[in-house]
């Protein structure tokens, strides 16, 4: 008989934690089907995964966070995955109080991590923390926590949004606005992280910029004309001020080529927004809202 969970666990070099987390997974529930995800490792995590009782994946080479979820999820064969960190952060007593809130009747439940405690670093809690209030402006919810990583989620609807999703890091923010986007119901489960053991694989420094483009990506997912919509509004209304402020100076009512650049600027801002939101609408003309 097959197991209706599935805990899927990508797993970079993480030897020091992988055998303790896969041997409390199956002494929680021996019928949950315990995937780890090995993304290339080179200290033996997978074979320290499989002897602990899990199935291993193995990738060849490291091909980032998102790939081997991605690669977990086609393996698995439960209804409902849950996706959880190989570092000992997330604990998997929380995963039963996961599923209870996905039981209640949603598509997505997120492990949302509380406090300052549960982050990485101020940096990190303070991008977090922008993160999360410009995704909640774009859906018009609440959004407890874009970026973890600990999630129940249906398997059928999260297949689905494969093609989205990015081989990095950013896969929980992709597939979290894509469920929003699709009509999915979300929710948030309150969470304390432990602290990673072992050395991080993300840099603050290196990722910030992959951090940033996120944001875009948020918008782009969700809805790209409340993105570009403001920006052509700023910029057209640069190129009136400037318009008005010419005239003021000059006493000539002249319409300058500053003035005609940032209006003409302004109105291509927007056309690229319509046309954007018109692509957004297809990629998700195809992914049904239905309630079983």
Same mark, same amino acid.
């Given at each position: 008989?097959?197991?209706?969970?599935? &805990? %899927?666990?990508? =797993?970079?070099?993480?030897?020091?934690?992988?055998?303790?987390?896969?041997? /409390?997974?199956?002494?929680?529930?021996?019928?949950?089907? %315990? &995937?780890?995800?090995?993304?290339?490792?080179? !200290?033996?995590?997978?074979d320290?995964?499989?002897?602990? @009782?899990?199935? %291993?994946?193995?990738?060849?080479?490291? $091909?980032?966070?998102?790939?081997?979820? $991605?690669?977990?999820?086609?393996?698995?064969?439960?209804?409902?995955?849950?996706?959880?960190d190989?570092?000992?952060?997330?604990?998997?007593? !929380? &995963?039963? #109080?996961l599923?209870?809130r996905?039981?209640?009747?949603?598509?997505?439940?997120?492990? =949302? #991590?509380s406090?300052? @405690?549960?982050?990485?670093?101020?940096?990190? +809690?303070?991008?977090?923390?922008?993160?999360?209030?410009?995704?909640? +402006?774009?859906? @018009?919810?609440?959004?407890?926590?874009?970026?973890s990583?600990?999630?129940?989620?249906?398997? #059928?609807?999260?297949?689905?949004?494969?093609?989205?999703?990015?081989?990095?890091?950013?896969?929980p923010?992709?597939s979290?606005?894509?469920?929003?986007?699709a009509?999915?119901?979300?929710?948030?489960?309150?969470?304390?992280?432990?602290?990673r053991q072992?050395?991080?694989?993300? /840099?603050?420094? /290196?990722?910030?910029?992959?951090?940033?483009? &996120?944001?875009? $990506?948020?918008?782009?997912?969700?809805?790209?004309? $409340?993105?570009?919509?403001?920006?052509?509004?700023?910029?057209?209304g640069? @190129?009136v001020?400037?318009?008005?402020?010419?005239?003021?100076?000059?006493?000539? +009512?002249?319409?300058?080529?500053?003035?005609? *650049?940032l209006?003409?600027?302004?109105?291509?801002i927007?056309?690229?927004g *319509?046309?954007?939101?018109?692509?957004?609408?297809?990629?998700?003309?195809?992914?049904?809202?239905? !309630?079983?």
């Amino acid at each position: 008989m097959l197991s209706t969970r599935s &805990i %899927v666990i990508p =797993a970079k070099n993480e030897s020091a934690t992988i055998a303790g987390l896969v041997h /409390r997974l199956l002494a929680q529930n021996s019928s949950w089907e %315990v &995937i780890v995800v090995d993304d290339g490792s080179t !200290d033996g995590t997978g074979d320290l995964a499989a002897e602990a @009782g899990a199935m %291993v994946v193995t990738q060849p080479y490291s $091909k980032g966070n998102g790939a081997a979820i $991605k690669r977990g999820a086609r393996a698995a064969s439960g209804e409902v995955l849950v996706f959880m960190d190989a570092d000992g952060q997330h604990d998997p007593a !929380d &995963i039963d #109080r996961l599923l209870y809130r996905y039981d209640e009747g949603y598509d997505l439940v997120v492990g =949302a #991590r509380s406090g300052l @405690g549960s982050q990485a670093s101020v940096a990190r +809690w303070g991008a977090n923390a922008f993160y999360d209030s410009f995704a909640s +402006w774009m859906v @018009g919810q609440p959004i407890d926590d874009l970026t973890s990583g600990f999630r129940a989620v249906n398997r #059928r609807k999260f297949l689905s949004f494969l093609y989205l999703l990015p081989n990095g890091f950013s896969y929980p923010t992709t597939s979290t606005m894509a469920f929003y986007r699709a009509g999915y119901s979300v929710g948030f489960l309150p969470i304390t992280v432990a602290k990673r053991q072992g050395r991080g694989h993300i /840099r603050l420094f /290196r990722d910030g910029l992959r951090f940033l483009l &996120i944001i875009f $990506k948020v918008g782009t997912l969700y809805s790209p004309l $409340k993105v570009y919509f403001p920006f052509s509004v700023f910029t057209a209304g640069l @190129g009136v001020f400037n318009y008005v402020a010419t005239a003021m100076i000059t006493e000539s +009512w002249r319409f300058t080529n500053m003035t005609a *650049l940032l209006v003409s600027s302004g109105v291509i801002i927007f056309l690229l927004g *319509l046309l954007s939101e018109q692509l957004t609408n297809l990629q998700y003309k195809d992914v049904a809202v239905d !309630d079983d």
